[in-house]
């Protein structure tokens, strides 16, 4: 059973940055896709960014301030966020599924959720 943990939330001012971490147990590694979401209240959850294998995705809100990227050695998936806006404000959560992923920015297309992290951006 793969297990997924997320840690780095926090409260930052609007252009600031935080860094999430997904630290998964239970045999993920490179044959995983790794999706990140999130959801703000009231809102439906929204795809921010995967990883499949090397390649990586992007929602256009977030596309040139986020950074997905992967530690196979350390089974963990990072999203540095810069240039944060208030309208970033939300849970994230990662998710994650067993190997090639066909479409990786639908929640659907995820077997296994972390509990999430909250960010929160003040203007």
């Known amino acids: 059973q793969v297990q997924l943990v997320e840690s780095g939330g926090g409260s930052v001012q609007a252009g600031g940055s935080l860094s999430l971490s997904c630290a998964a147990s239970?045999?993920?590694?490179?044959?995983?896709?790794v999706g990140w979401f999130r959801q703000a209240p009231g809102k439906e959850r929204e795809f921010v960014a995967a990883?499949?294998?090397?390649?990586?995705y992007y929602a256009d809100s977030v596309k040139g301030r986020f950074t997905i990227s992967r530690d196979n050695a350390k089974n963990t998936v990072y999203l540095q966020m810069n240039g944060l806006k208030p309208e970033d404000t939300a849970v994230y959560l990662c998710?994650?599924?067993?190997?090639?992923?066909?479409?990786?920015?639908?929640?659907?297309?995820?077997?296994?959720w972390g509990q999430g992290t909250q960010v929160t951006v003040s203007s």
């Open positions: 239970g045999g993920t590694g490179s044959s995983y896709t």
């Open positions: 998710a994650a599924a067993p190997g090639y992923v066909l479409i990786p920015n639908v929640r659907y297309s995820y077997h296994y």
């Open positions: 990883i499949r294998s090397s390649t990586t």
